[in-house]
């Protein structure tokens, strides 16, 4: 289907499923059981979710296929985010156009970088996209302000042009972004027992988005120049002996995935329209990195596991605290709850960071395909002891 | 005048003057060997023919054209393809996709982007990659990772992969080096092969006098970067000067 082989339909088909039914499958915990921090169903982290999904799948065609590292790429989203609230300003709170102007622009941006950067390999091109992400970030902060408004951030305001629009509602207050007409915020809430489950028009919009990143993605792994890429990866020399020219290769790759992240940060604008330089900083391009190297770079559904892994740890662990643990740990002995907390203490709330720092050395270490190899070697094994059960049986049979 | 002709190439490393004066003449759909001890210059005038290394002096012309100045991706679309002392392929795909690269780089050039189609839709492709791993007798490892094979089997995909580019002239740079005698032979055999079925001109560096003298239809001797003498295989044999300078010594 689609130019999908069967294999390739059926992965399509799984991450469509997951996340059209995000919003079950994301709140499976009753909204006022204990449980229910562990729920995940919100239109802001769901949309979270999926956006930072569309920029770890671009970060991989360029990583996971070429083997070029860059340490860069949120200059790239910031860079769509600035392009679609500057579109929200001027143009309309239409979100197509404010989209399509991000990725054209960070594509353009991504040009530039790309063209320079590749001129080296290995580590001195990671640096140098750092430094240029650096750069950009500095840029944005401070010497750009007329551009991006400096710390404060860009924001709408009411007396924006907005020549297609108007600059202010009837009720005066700023207006929300749509896609002709419906309002990304809306959100249709269902209330099935005691489950809530929200349906957000910005989070569909996103999760279509993603489904087409995704799709486009799988065909460039599969067609002649994906296969090109990964060429570049395992041999170089091979290739300029082979009469092909390495350089336009990568630069396209590059040129792809900052695209991708641009579509990432016009649609982070999209749902809430503001863009800050922090979006830029190196924090943010490593933040990538982790999630393609966590899920599987070089995988098609890896960097997707990734950023969902990341961003869910970042939200829901983050928010747990020594209250919600003597909450759970209250069954123990005083003494005992009391230093249960303690130890468990450091890996919660604002420690996260630590807890998902061992988790991507255990992964690192012990899976170096990332989480997809994790789920292979599973199936592997579930399917190695299938096959000694029928063969078992097989044996026992004629005696029977 | 032959398909490759060197003119009073030079090439210095500081102070080392690793190619002299070097004038060569392959002539069209013959073997061209090119013998002469460790550290005559040989490889260096290789690279000197593929773009990787640009000479201090003198011309080198393929087919009536300059090779000097032009990048090794252009000089290997003039014709020229390049088997490398140790094998390289890319061992991160499989035999068949190994293959198919060089024969995606024939029909759409040093860059295209393809992603348009997926790989096992382009059927003339894949028909030609298929074809030429049969005539390697590697068509059982199509799905083989590359660089699980035997150093055997890899010069042979390699072989492959350049032949599939249709190139006129083929170079080879010691290609038994470190290989058992059975690959060897092997190795002789699928030169003779493709010298006889053919039309391509191959230039060959190798140590081993055995390969030499199966498959040469001239030899260049190269002492200290200057060619020593040229001649037909069977006057190599017996000259003087050779032995002194080359076979003398491993004699
Ligand atoms: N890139 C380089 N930089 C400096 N010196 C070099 C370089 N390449 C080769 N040389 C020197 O030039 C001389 C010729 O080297 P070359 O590799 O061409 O010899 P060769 O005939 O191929 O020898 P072998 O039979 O050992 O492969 C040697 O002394 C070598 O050390
Ligand atoms: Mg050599």
Redesign the pocket.
């Known amino acids: 289907m689609f130019g999908l082989d069967n294999k390739d339909t059926r992965m399509l088909l799984v991450v469509a499923v997951l996340t059209l039914c995000a919003p079950f499958i994301l709140n499976p915990f009753p909204t006022d059981s204990a449980m229910a921090q562990f729920n995940a169903g919100y239109p802001d982290l769901m949309q979270r979710f999926v956006i930072f999904g569309i920029f770890a799948i671009g970060f991989n065609i360029l990583f996971g296929l070429t083997g070029y590292l860059s340490f860069g790429h949120a200059a790239f989203l910031g860079v769509g985010s600035y392009s679609a609230v500057w579109m929200f300003k001027l143009l309309s709170m239409n979100v197509v156009p404010a989209i399509l102007l991000s990725v054209v622009i960070s594509g353009l941006f991504a040009l530039l970088i790309g063209f320079v950067s590749l001129r080296r390999s290995g580590i001195y091109f990671s640096i140098l996209t750092l430094a240029f992400a650096q750069m950009s970030f500095n840029l944005a902060y401070s010497v750009l302000t007329p551009i991006t408004n400096g710390e404060t951030g860009l924001q709408l305001t009411l007396d924006d042009p907005r020549i297609l629009g108007v600059s202010a509602t009837a009720d005066g207050s700023i207006p929300v972004t749509s896609l002709f007409g419906l309002e990304m915020r809306s959100t249709f809430e269902m209330a099935v027992g005691p489950w809530a489950f929200q349906f957000n028009a910005g989070y569909y919009l996103c999760a279509l988005i993603l489904l087409a990143a995704f799709y486009l993605s799988i065909r460039i792994f599969r067609s002649p120049f994906g296969m090109m890429l990964r060429a570049v990866k395992s041999n170089q020399q091979r290739m300029n002996y082979t009469g092909l020219n390495t350089k336009p290769y990568t630069l396209a790759a590059f040129v792809i995935s900052g695209m991708y992240a641009g579509l990432a940060g016009g649609l982070m604008a999209s749902m809430d329209p503001l863009a800050g330089a922090e979006r830029m900083q190196w924090t943010a391009s490593g933040e990538v990195v982790l999630m393609t190297i966590l899920g599987g770079a070089g995988t098609l559904i890896g960097p997707v596991l990734g950023a969902g892994f990341i961003k869910y740890f970042e939200n829901i662990f983050s928010k747990i605290n020594d209250h919600v643990l003597h909450g759970w740990f209250s069954f123990m002995p005083d003494g005992l709850e009391d230093f249960v907390v303690f130890i468990i203490h450091p890996f919660i709330g604002k420690g996260w960071h630590l807890t998902l720092g061992i988790l991507f050395m255990l992964v690192v270490v012990f899976l170096p395909g990332g989480l997809v190899e994790g789920g292979q070697r599973i199936a592997k094994w579930v399917k190695g002891r299938k096959n000694k059960d029928d063969s078992t049986s097989a044996t026992k049979t004629p005696a029977e | 005048m032959g398909i490759l002709e060197v003119k009073n190439v030079g090439k210095r490393?500081?102070g080392?003057q690793?190619?002299g004066d070097v004038n060569l003449s392959v002539k069209e759909n013959t073997v061209h060997a090119i013998i002469?001890?460790?550290?005559?210059?040989?490889?260096?005038?290789?690279?000197c023919l593929v773009g990787k290394?640009i000479p201090d002096t003198g011309s080198v012309m393929f087919d009536g054209q300059s090779v000097l100045g032009r990048k090794p991706f252009e000089i290997n679309q003039m014709g020229i393809s390049r088997v490398f002392?140790t094998p390289e392929i890319f061992g991160d795909l499989s035999v068949l996709e190994n293959m198919l690269i060089p024969c995606f780089a024939k029909r759409d050039g040093a860059f295209s982007l393809n992603a348009i189609t997926s790989v096992p839709s382009e059927k003339d492709v894949l028909e030609k990659a298929e074809a030429m791993l049969e005539e390697m007798n590697m068509a059982d490892k199509r799905h083989m990772h590359a660089a699980s094979m035997s150093r055997g089997d890899k010069r042979r995909l390699e072989i492959g992969m350049c032949l599939s580019q249709e190139p006129r002239l083929l170079l080879l740079?010691?290609p038994t080096a470190g290989m058992a005698r059975a690959d060897t032979n092997n190795t002789i055999d699928l030169l003779k092969e493709i010298k006889e079925q053919r039309d391509i001109t191959i230039a060959i560096?190798e140590?081993d006098m055995h390969v030499v003298f199966s498959l040469a239809d001239r030899i260049t001797v190269?002492a200290q970067?200057t060619p020593l003498v040229e001649d037909d295989p069977q006057n190599i044999r017996g000259n003087p000067k050779v032995r002194e300078a080359y076979l003398g010594e491993s004699a």
């Not at chain 2, 460790?38 to 690279?47: D, E, P, V, Y």
């Open positions: 490393f500081g080392l690793a190619l002469g001890p460790n550290g005559a210059g040989k490889s260096t005038l290789l690279n290394l002392q740079d010691e560096i140590h190269l970067g």
